[in-house]
């Protein structure tokens, strides 16, 4: 088993040097090219002084460089911190700040970003990817120049298991992010459970639907390196028209696909699936929210070749259950998240983290290889979500504190049962409603902020808001919105924002969200 | 060429219709001040959400009354204002050669 995951590319590159290890929009990339690649990008960062465990941040879209950016950067013994591409600027330099990541990996297409961060102020020593004169004076390497480095010669850097492999961002509440560091060991840990789990094979190909800072590029990406399959890169067109992605997945020959159940839905009700022949899946993964059940009904139906699977996780602890849908049977309703993952204990326990018995619900706490070391440069958020307490054995062990609420059916299975906080799930992306709020109160003529969320119908929530306003500055809903544009990304731009005199209280003085969900939410089921 | 709409008579020709589908888009799903032109990329997934695409596509179906079919949300018909303004065209020469 490898230490490190850069080390699959060199041993997927043995093993199957001439098979694809990703495909992009018609192109393809083999093992052996991709390592060539690696190794070029790894040099060019040595070349810049990176040190081991330094943060290398990697900004790019949908490509075949993103694999050579993320082993490339891994491979010099940095610590990647990919960027999701559709954050405002704001919102990536508080990343890079955070992080201290000093160095960036990015493309052409991005220069008027980079030249925001400078701009702003941010401190980037190096970046790779832009032409001379792109970024003033901070150095810079381009993309053909990188290839030039490449050579058949070892790296020799030192990494080990407990060093960190990368760290991801989610939504935070205060408007900073989270940032969530994992090693090379959590990280592989969670691959190992997914190749054995899914029988993971050569002539595998997974799509890569969801964006690559997210814990579902892990398995797309890392876990195919393990078992030197190939990784179908879905562009962001294939995914606004599901037409297209239904081709895309028919003439790639997907076996493997893992997204969050929307995707799934529209490719369901657009993609024109009685078309298409899409016997080459295997296996259909999905996590993050609630699949409606008539159309899981309806998809299965159309895709019979295929298993399901339901995942259930979060970026803190990769996958930590999951549930195989029965083969031939209906799906129970609703739907388990299922049976923890081999490497790891659940546990359900109280406010005072006793252990709840007998089918009551309480709060998930998972303990495992797979959870994170930590949120970055946050030990009081540490201390609050990974803590001691005994473990099978007597002795004291660190368990993650899920906010999931959850209960054990009688079979076994646990099921969900709603979060612990203001935390909402919009198209499959975490939205906390405080940095909705937040957000709002940090635009000049808002007063008083509340956000909340409805049920869309279809399993997501639609993000809205109320907002009191400076009576004398004129404000519009549009307004409203285009500012929190540049600094929400826009999956947390509320729907609507109703401008009122005043919001609703309770009596000690907090926002009544009920009250309020109730006056302007007549059309949908709410969430918090 | 000159396409005949349905619902109001009034003819436009692919060159009106790509600017009402930059209007709707300039004034209902971008951040005011963004310029936007009919070659600039619908779909690069950084300006428009899925969200965003689908009341596109109900604008232009329902402004345009084009009858759109599931099997329409492609690339090539939503790629750029340009080519959904050609979509609209032949999608109305379809409707009306059937009715």
Known sequence: ?528 | MMVKLMHDDRPVNPAGIQRRILDFIGEELIAEGLDIGPDDDLLSGELLDSVAVLRLATFVDETFAIGMKPTDFLVENFQNARVLAAYVVRATRDRESDG
Not at chain 1, 217 to 245: E, G, K, N, Q
Not at chain 1, 257 to 271: D, E, H, K, N
Not at chain 1, 410 to 428: E, H, I, P, W, Y
Request: hydrophobic share 40%; proline share 6%; charged share 20%.
């Open chain 1, 1 to 528: 088993m490898p230490v490190t995951l850069h080390r699959m590319v060199d041993e997927a590159a043995m093993r199957r040097p001439d098979g694809d290890a990703a495909r992009c929009d018609g192109a393809g990339l083999t093992w052996q090219e991709l390592a060539v690649r690696v190794n070029g990008v790894a040099r060019a960062l040595l070349d810049t002084g990176v040190r081991r465990g330094d943060r290398v941040a990697v900004l790019l879209g949908k490509s075949l460089d993103v694999p050579a950016a993320f082993y490339g950067v891994l491979a010099a013994g940095g610590a990647l911190v990919p960027i999701d591409p559709k954050s405002p600027v704001e919102q990536i330099s508080r990343i890079l700040r955070a992080t201290g990541a000093t160095r960036l990996v990015t493309e052409p297409g991005r220069r008027k970003t980079v030249a925001d961060l400078l701009a702003a102020d941010v401190d980037l020593s190096h970046t790779i990817g832009l032409e001379p004169g792109d970024t003033g004076s901070v150095p810079t390497l381009p993309w053909s120049a990188v290839d030039q480095l490449a050579s058949d010669r070892p790296l020799v850097v030192n990494v080990g298991g407990l060093d960190t492999s990368y760290v991801l961002h989610t939504s935070g509440s205060t408007g900073e992010p989270k940032l969530i560091r994992h090693t090379h060991s959590s990280a592989l840990a969670f691959v190992e459970w997914a190749v054995e789990t899914y029988g993971l094979r050569p002539d595998d190909r997974l799509s890569n639907h969801s964006s690559h800072h997210t814990c579902f590029a892990t398995f797309d990406f890392y876990a195919a390196a393990r078992a030197a399959a190939t990784t179908v890169i879905l562009t962001p067109a294939a995914m606004l028209m599901p037409a297209s992605l239904a081709q895309v997945i028919e003439g790639e020959r997907v076996s493997i696909w893992y997204s969050v159940p929307t995707a799934l839905v529209q490719l369901l009700l657009r993609g024109n699936l009685e078309e298409r022949n899409l016997a080459s899946l295997r296996w259909v993964l999905f996590a993050g929210e609630t699949f409606p059940e008539k159309h899981l009904h309806h998809l299965r139906a159309r895709l019979p070749s295929a298993r399901f699977s339901h995942v259930y996780g979060s970026t803190e602890v990769n996958v930590c259950t999951y549930y195989h849908l029965p083969e031939k049977d209906a799906a129970p309703s609703p739907l388990p998240i299922g049976r923890p993952c081999s490497n790891t204990e659940a546990l359900v326990v109280d406010d005072a983290l006793e252990e709840v018995t007998g089918g009551g619900t309480g709060e998930l706490l998972i303990r495992g290889s797979t959870v994170m070391s930590g949120y970055w440069g946050d030990p009081d958020r540490n201390r609050r979500v990974l803590v001691r307490r005994p473990a099978p054995g007597g002795f004291d062990d660190i368990y993650f504190r899920t906010g999931d609420r959850v209960r054990t059916l009688s079979d076994g299975n646990l099921t969900f049962a709603g979060r612990a906080d203001l935390q909402v799930k919009v198209r499959g992306y975490r939205v906390e409603l405080e940095e909705v709020e937040t957000a709002l109160l940090g635009l000049a003529p808002v007063h008083e902020a509340a956000a909340f969320a409805v049920s869309d119908g279809e399993g997501s929530s639609i993000v809205r808001a109320a907002v009191v306003v400076d009576p004398n500055v004129e404000v519009t809903q549009k307004s409203l919105l285009d500012g929190l544009k540049t600094s929400l990304p826009l999956y947390a731009v509320p729907s609507e924002i109703e401008i009122l005199s005043s919001l609703p209280r309770t009596p000690t003085g907090k926002v009544d969200r009920k009250k309020l969900v109730a006056a302007l939410a007549d059309d949908g089921e709410t969430h918090a």
